[in-house]
């Protein structure tokens, strides 16, 4: 524990936050219906993945609609090759850490492979877990058509559920690999039945994950509820990305649809950089930051 954190915690008051400090005022809580709302009203829906407290409490206090502990933390937290070996245990507690992080934002929690595709009743078993032990407000699950009864059973036990079509990764071994859908004229129609069927049995929104900007269009038209976009162009009700491809802290090439808005990688390797050449150098620690003995006691 490092003493900031300490001091912290000891003295009973946390710091102000760069949004707070910048004098951003703090908007009201982010719900299902105000997700609706913004659908509505035509406003961009804002979302974003988190894994862990500290970026979902910088994530949260930027003002975003919508955080999404996703699967994809598999990938770029755990370094597995797909998302398809996480299991419950280990969603559940990256999703508490974020859960002590948010105040305003949507909690959103992806059910991983294997905790919801055996059947409904132990689907919404799972998906009670990551409201009563992680405090979700809403679980995610992928596929189309083949989750309506799921979605009916979760909805109907006052989970709401957030629908996921498209290149959908927990079925990578079916696509042959992470491929654009919908690319024939037949795939755009199972993919707009998918997505009215989800619609029809419940789905709050319905996460469209890499296809034709054209579907993507067609699909946030033709629904009443809202169309969270990643790779399906621009004319959807929000947009998502996964934090560490947007702050490059991945290290592979990125997705033709992801923009970079930092290097955090870089700043890492040049912060530890300086540090290990400080400590080789022994210009740290210095004596301002290290402790001293009392006045009066001697050794
Ligand atoms: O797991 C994830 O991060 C996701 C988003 C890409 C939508 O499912």
Redesign the pocket.
């Known amino acids: 524990m490092s003493l900031t954190t300490f001091a912290t915690a000891d003295a009973g008051f946390e710091p102000a936050s760069p949004a707070a400090r910048r004098g951003i005022a703090k908007p009201a809580k982010v719900t299902v219906p105000s997700l609706q709302q913004k659908k509505f009203l035509r406003q961009p829906i804002t979302c974003v993945?988190a894994y862990d407290y500290a970026s979902a409490r910088l994530i949260d206090e930027a003002g975003l609609d919508l955080i999404?502990v996703?699967?994809?933390l598999a990938m770029v937290m755990q370094g597995q090759p797909d998302?398809l070996a996480i299991t419950l245990d280990e969603m559940l507690l990256y999703t508490r850490g974020v859960r002590r992080a948010v105040k305003r934002a949507l909690l959103v929690a992806?059910m991983p492979f294997g905790s919801y595709q055996v059947d409904d009743r132990e689907g919404v078993a799972n998906a009670l877990r990551f409201v009563k032990e992680a405090g979700a407000e809403a679980v995610?699950v992928e596929g189309g058509a083949n989750r309506a009864s799921l979605v009916r059973r979760l909805t109907d036990a006052e989970i709401p559920v957030m629908g996921?079509i498209g290149l959908t990764p927990q079925s990578v071994h079916r696509m042959g690999g992470y491929k654009v859908q919908g690319k024939t004229l037949a795939a755009v129609d199972r993919l707009r039945a998918d997505a009215l069927t989800l619609e029809d049995a419940g789905c709050f929104a319905i996460?469209l994950?890499g296809m034709p900007r054209e579907l993507g269009t067609i699909l946030t038209a033709e629904l009443k509820i809202p169309t969270i976009g990643?790779g399906a162009g621009p004319d959807c009700d929000g947009q998502?990305l996964?934090l560490h491809d947007m702050l490059s802290l991945t290290f592979s090439p990125p997705a033709k649809f992801v923009r970079r808005y930092a290097d955090i990688g870089a700043s890492i390797t040049r912060a530890v950089e300086e540090y290990k050449q400080d400590v080789e150098s022994r210009s740290f620690p210095t004596e301002d930051e290290s402790y001293h003995l009392p006045a009066g006691v001697q050794l």
């Open positions: 993945t999404l996703g699967d994809s998302t992806d995610k996921h996460v994950e990643i998502i996964v």
